[in-house]
């Protein structure tokens, strides 16, 4: 079973040949997504919708999932939860092909994989932070101000 490699590949073959509207859901709920040993996501669970259109298949995803992150302010790690909602045409030719450049595989399998990747990154902010009110570590002694105080503090929060 090398299911895991490819966790989020569906099998759309039969929609190739559905009429124009048909569609399915498929779910997902996966312990840990894993992209490579330092981009993992974890409680990963959502539908991709697949409609069959004129022009190809048009994929609605909506996930969400977890992922581990380091605050900017105090460098603790914590765990952020991401959501993300998208839509995309997989193309049944050129003519059709959207700008994100996706055709259906002649194989009838689609990968969400690389997409949902995509999406999910576009969600973890750039400047991550554990808490709206993290105080931060002392830019001086190094003291983790949520947890304790030092001397150096004084008035001037404006860590960030
Ligand atoms: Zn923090
Ligand atoms: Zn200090």
């Not at 992209?35 to 909506?62: I, M, N, S, W």
């Not at 050129?94 to 990747?117: A, H, K, M």
């Not at 554990?130 to 860590?159: M, V």
């Amino acid at each position: 079973m090398n299911f895991s490699r490819f966790p989020l590949r569906i099998n759309i073959g039969f929609l190739i040949n559905a009429p124009v509207g048909t569609n399915r859901d498929f779910e997902f709920e996966l312990p840990t997504l894993r992209y490579h040993p330092d981009q993992e996501f974890h409680d990963f669970k959502g539908t991709a919708r697949v409609t069959r259109t004129q022009q190809g298949l048009f994929v609605q995803g909506d996930f969400e999932t977890m992922v581990t992150s380091e605050c900017v302010r105090c460098l603790a790690e914590f765990v952020q939860p991401l959501q993300t909602t998208f839509s995309e045409l997989y193309a049944f030719d050129q003519r059709s092909i959207t700008e994100s450049n996706l055709l259906v595989p002649p194989d009838g399998y689609i990968d969400l994989g690389p997409l949902v990747r995509e999406y999910l990154i576009l969600e973890i902010p750039i400047r991550p932070i554990c808490r709206e009110d993290c105080k931060g570590l002392c830019p001086i002694c190094g003291e983790d101000w949520n947890a304790s105080t030092c001397e150096h503090q004084h008035g001037s929060s404006s860590q960030d």
